[in-house]
């Protein structure tokens, strides 16, 4: 336990604070060697096969599922806070313009700040916790909103107004398209969402907590959440899974394209996990959703999935290697109609309650998320070179 220069003992820890346990919580966990993961008590499969997007994020924000008359507040409560203020509405051209290149995703980073600042968003600590959760209520209400806006914005079409008589889901797909969507469609949008709402103590998540910590608002933990989601090696890689099928192209080079990869230590997208050593659940659930839309495209995922793990057997013996949520998720949100470019940003509209749920637990302790590191430059004090 060597010392960090103030002689305060300081715990050898895994790099990336692997497994290091930071904080409790009661929101849910991952149980990766058992592929099982949980909101609160019930398997979040399971919620994602039986009940409404609603339903789980009732649960995430008051600890209980609603019973028909709470379902019925709650939705009507969050579907009237889905527009935007005029004054937020306004500057979106400017700012889906500016991300053309970059996308829905990072516009959400500017828009989201733009929201926190036009509501007034306080600093968590200085308010109530009702009032914490009015915040949250309203800023996962918009999220779906302005991500649609900006990408009709930038494809140079109109942002469509949400409806308030339509499931968060549909409404989603809906001002994403400006048509009403099928109701398999919508359900199986829906599901994946319910299924990514939270997954432990991910990057993002633990991003948006360390920020919360500090006291600062809603908006700004909920910002930095979506920084880390960003990236490919956490929310960014569901498009990149459809991109290794389209490398694949045909049932006749899955078998060499797999080999070349793995034999030249490639990352195959849509493969591994950081947590699960055996199937993701998720990836499971969404499989079955896909197969029920079936078609050539299902069929060659398949065929995929099935060639990765057969060359790594043979190749990699004793490795465990599955698809990962990305996989299937790609496959389904594009039978779902939706463009590649809003897979990630889609996934962010499920976390944004996750991340939330976690920022108002964070608000409830006062202690501030403040690690060490490990010095390893040349040793001090150094005289300091004359000017020259």
Not at 42 to 65: C, I, K, N, P
Not at 109 to 117: E, H, K, M, P
Request: hydrophobic share 40%.
């Amino acid at each position: 336990m060597p010392a960090n220069g103030t002689e305060t003992p300081v715990p050898d820890v895994p790099r990336g604070l692997a497994g290091v346990v930071v904080t409790e919580t009661a929101l849910g966990d991952v149980r990766g060697r058992e592929g099982f993961y949980h909101y609160r008590q019930y398997s979040a499969v399971e919620l994602a096969q039986t009940r409404d997007f609603e339903d789980v994020w009732h649960l995430m924000f008051e600890g209980e599922l609603p019973d028909s008359a709470a379902r019925a507040a709650f939705t009507a409560r969050t579907a009237a806070l889905r527009r935007l203020p005029d004054d937020v509405r306004d500057v979106l051209p400017a700012v889906a313009r500016l991300c053309a290149r970059s996308g829905p995703l990072a516009g959400l980073r500017t828009a989201l700040s733009l929201f926190g600042a036009s509501a007034g968003l306080s600093p968590l600590y200085d308010i109530d916790p009702e009032r914490r959760r009015e915040d949250a209520l309203a800023v996962c209400a918009v999220v779906p909103t302005l991500l649609t806006a900006l990408y009709r914005l930038g494809h140079g079409l109109e942002p469509v107004e949400p409806r308030e008589d339509l499931p968060y889901a549909a409404n989603y797909l809906y001002m994403l398209t400006g048509t009403e969507p099928e109701p398999e469609r919508a359900r199986a949008v829906e599901q994946y969402l319910i299924s990514t709402i939270d997954h432990g103590f991910n990057a993002s998540t633990f991003a948006a907590r360390v920020i919360a910590s500090t006291g600062a608002d809603l908006a700004a933990a909920l910002v930095g959440g979506i920084g880390a989601f960003s990236g490919p090696l956490h929310g960014g890689a569901p498009s990149r899974a459809l991109d290794t099928l389209d490398a694949i192209g045909t049932p006749d080079r899955i078998d060499p394209w797999i080999r070349e990869r793995v034999l030249a230590g490639d990352r195959i997208m849509g493969f591994g996990h950081a947590v699960y050593r055996t199937e993701d659940p998720r990836s499971r659930m969404l499989r079955g959703i896909a197969e029920k839309f079936g078609g050539p495209r299902v069929d060659f995922a398949v065929q995929v999935e099935a060639g990765v793990e057969a060359v790594l057997a043979e190749l990699k013996p004793g490795r465990e290697l599955h698809t990962n949520v990305e996989f299937y998720a790609g496959v389904v949100m594009e039978l779902c109609g939706l463009p590649r470019e809003m897979f990630t940003p889609t996934f962010a509209a499920a976390r944004v309650v996750g991340w939330s749920a976690n920022v108002l637990e964070q608000a409830a302790d006062t202690k501030i998320i403040r690690p060490a590191a490990r010095y390893t430059g040349p040793p001090p004090p150094q005289p300091v070179p004359a000017a020259g």
